[in-house]
């Protein structure tokens, strides 16, 4: 299985500050590899795909990139709002089974 | 409007089984895959099962092949994850999600708002 390992676990923040989360793996997974956000008591909901696409009405102060070997994944919120207060998973859609990251929570 | 909705979850004994349904409405259902996925108390995303649109290709996690069978009914627009044998590693948040029916599992969009199973004697 395809391991994904995020970081940090959790990090806290002020409103208006930039964040950045980061997901590594050892595979070159190419533009298979999604974004998640997971409100406390809810299930995740699809923030970016395929690396950098945005999902429909999600903010656009989120955005998604990937380093030039496809093994090094970000999420960034340019500008953090009391609403992005939750935890994001990263998964991988290369190859079977799908795999998450292990989660960063993000507290403000 | 894209709607996943499950029911089925409860409090069930060591060793019991347990149905859980998925409802889906907004798209048509047969033209899509899907996963279950769970999440134990306090713990990361788990997948545990696939269906493919077709209903041909199943697959599961290793942590419950033989235990938990997938299947899906398109006249009822319903996907269902039976689950056996249940020990308390299976305590978890159940979540059904739709993916496109692809070579690679790609994203998960929509999910549904989740059904939670505790075993416990």
């Known amino acids: 299985d395809v391991q994904l390992t995020q970081s940090p676990s959790s990090l806290s923040a002020a409103v208006g500050d930039r964040v950045t989360i980061t997901c590594r793996t050892s595979?070159?997974?190419?533009?298979?590899l999604n974004w998640y956000q997971q409100k406390p008591g809810k299930a995740p909901n699809l923030i970016v795909y395929?690396?950098?696409?945005?999902h429909s009405g999600v903010p656009s102060r989120f955005s998604g990139s990937a380093s030039g070997s496809g093994t090094e994944f970000t999420l960034t919120i340019s500008s953090l709002q009391r609403e992005d207060m939750a935890t994001y998973y990263c998964?991988?859609?290369?190859?079977?089974?799908?795999?998450f990251g292990g989660g960063t929570k993000v507290e403000i | 409007q894209l709607q996943l909705v499950q029911s089925g979850g409860g409090v069930v004994q060591p060793g019991t089984s347990l149905r859980l349904s998925c409802t889906a409405s907004?798209?048509?259902?047969?033209?899509?895959?899907f996963h279950w996925v769970r999440q134990a108390p306090g713990e990361g995303l788990e997948w545990v099962a696939f269906?493919?649109?077709?209903?041909?290709?199943?697959y599961f996690a290793d942590s419950v092949r033989g235990r938990f069978t997938i299947s899906r009914d398109d006249s009822k627009n319903t996907l269902f994850l039976e689950m056996s044998s249940l020990t308390g590693d299976d305590t978890a948040v159940y979540y059904c999600?739709?993916?496109?029916?692809?070579?690679?599992?790609?994203?998960?969009?929509?999910w549904g708002q989740g059904s939670l199973v505790i075993v416990s004697s």
């Open positions: 999600a739709r993916v496109e029916d692809t070579p690679r599992p790609n994203w998960f969009d929509p």
């Open positions: 907004g798209f048509t259902f047969s033209a899509y895959a």
């Open positions: 269906i493919s649109s077709t209903g041909i290709n199943k």
């Open positions: 595979l070159n997974l190419g533009e298979y």
């Open positions: 395929a690396v950098s696409t945005l």
């Open positions: 998964q991988q859609g290369y190859s079977s089974p799908p795999t």
